[in-house]
């Protein structure tokens, strides 16, 4: 992140031990600029949503400092509470209201009334795509549709900052594909923290990503910086006219790849030598299909996160 770049959120050093002595955050630094989104990724149990929890002034830390809107939240949890909303990871509902009620709940915490609270009400579940399911309760929802509702009140509890706990589990496709639309719309005006395991997820919206095992920060940067930390192989996924000549070039050339459902999966050392590959392929047997990564930013998470696992 650029120096000169305003910190809507910092994180000092922050540890958490818990009375049986776990130790689930062990130094954390982290930051946040403003209109910046940046995740947070790692295997279950590596202390994401404690960090969480202690920047949103529900844990208290052990050790450490958390700044967030430039008030020192370690000493007043409450100083920011009208600026933050807040998705959790676990797909909590309140039976006997509808979603539209427990949006509206949000809003007149926030002073929501009159002619502002309809008009905000419903803006929010337009752009959630919620209108056809705002009279339903919460016993009638699907999982997704509770995440979608926990979505909906963070953005009526939100000011300057989201900090959003897995806000796309559970959640088909499609509405993930818009629910990321949203989240890159608000960071014009808005900072977002996300915690999530959706690896295309942060790939896709975050501009810096921090990697936790055990409750350390073992690395971070954007998607190109993470990925380019190991020295790894281009991976290729793509459909040829002709699958058995296709095969035996890439046995000439002593090319790794799989085949699966006319699919065929390569990896190749080097960003080079995939581009002559793919040329090569194209002129003799038509690509009708390709996908590829050069280097690959999952893989790249994988050994980062085997490396320093345990």
């Given at each position: 992140?650029?120096?000169?770049?305003?910190?809507?959120?910092?994180?000092?050093?922050?540890?958490?031990?818990?009375?049986?002595?776990?130790?689930?955050?062990?130094?954390?630094?982290?930051?946040?600029?403003?209109?910046?989104?940046?995740?947070?990724?790692?295997?279950?149990?590596?202390?994401?949503?404690?960090?969480?929890?202690?920047?949103?002034?529900?844990?208290?830390?052990?050790?450490?400092?958390?700044?967030?809107?430039?008030?020192?939240?370690?000493?007043?949890?409450?100083?920011?509470?009208?600026?933050?909303?807040?998705?959790?990871?676990?797909?909590?509902?309140?039976?006997?209201?509808?979603?539209?009620?427990?949006?509206?709940?949000?809003?007149?915490?926030?002073?929501?009334?009159?002619?502002?609270?309809?008009?905000?009400?419903?803006?929010?579940?337009?752009?959630?795509?919620?209108?056809?399911?705002?009279?339903?309760?919460?016993?009638?929802?699907?999982?997704?549709?509770v995440k979608l509702s926990l979505l909906a009140v963070a953005l009526a509890q939100g000011g300057q900052?989201?900090?959003?706990?897995?806000?796309?589990?559970?959640?088909?496709?499609?509405?993930?594909?818009?629910?990321?639309?949203?989240?890159?719309?608000?960071?014009?005006?808005?900072?977002?923290?996300?915690?999530?395991?959706?690896?295309?997820?942060?790939?896709?919206?975050?501009?810096?990503?921090?990697?936790?095992?055990?409750?350390?920060?073992?690395?971070?940067?954007?998607?190109?910086?993470?990925?380019?930390?190991?020295?790894?192989?281009?991976?290729?996924?793509?459909?040829?006219?002709?699958?058995?000549?296709?095969?035996?070039?890439?046995?000439?050339?002593?090319?790794?790849?799989?085949?699966?459902?006319?699919?065929?999966?390569?990896?190749?050392?080097?960003?080079?030598?995939?581009?002559?590959?793919?040329?090569?392929?194209?002129?003799?047997?038509?690509?009708?299909?390709?996908?590829?990564?050069?280097?690959?930013?999952?893989?790249?998470?994988?050994?980062?996160?085997?490396?320093?696992?345990?």
């Amino acid at each position: 992140m650029s120096g000169e770049m305003a910190q809507v959120l910092r994180v000092e050093n922050l540890t958490k031990i818990y009375p049986n002595g776990k130790k689930a955050n062990d130094g954390i630094n982290l930051a946040v600029g403003e209109k910046e989104i940046v995740g947070v990724i790692g295997p279950n149990g590596a202390g994401k949503t404690t960090m969480l929890r202690q920047i949103l002034g529900l844990l208290k830390p052990t050790d450490g400092k958390i700044t967030l809107l430039g008030k020192d939240i370690t000493k007043d949890p409450l100083a920011v509470k009208g600026e933050v909303g807040y998705e959790p990871q676990y797909p909590l509902y309140y039976p006997s209201l509808t979603i539209e009620e427990e949006i509206g709940f949000a809003l007149r915490f926030k002073g929501y009334k009159g002619e502002g609270y309809k008009k905000k009400l419903d803006a929010i579940i337009e752009l959630l795509n919620l209108g056809d399911v705002r009279k339903y309760f919460g016993y009638q929802l699907s999982p997704g549709l509770v995440k979608l509702s926990l979505l909906a009140v963070a953005l009526a509890q939100g000011g300057q900052f989201l900090i959003l706990d897995e806000p796309t589990s559970m959640v088909d496709i499609v509405t993930k594909m818009h629910i990321w639309e949203i989240f890159s719309e608000l960071s014009e005006e808005q900072s977002i923290l996300i915690a999530s395991h959706d690896m295309n997820e942060v790939k896709r919206l975050c501009d810096r990503i921090y990697i936790l095992v055990d409750g350390r920060i073992i690395a971070q940067g954007s998607p190109e910086e993470i990925s380019n930390m190991l020295k790894l192989p281009c991976t290729m996924r793509l459909t040829v006219s002709n699958i058995d000549c296709t095969e035996n070039l890439l046995e000439e050339r002593q090319v790794k790849y799989s085949l699966q459902n006319g699919v065929f999966n390569l990896s190749v050392d080097n960003l080079s030598s995939a581009m002559e590959l793919i040329g090569d392929i194209n002129s003799s047997f038509c690509i009708t299909y390709i996908e590829m990564e050069a280097p690959s930013f999952d893989e790249a998470v994988m050994r980062l996160i085997g490396d320093n696992h345990g």
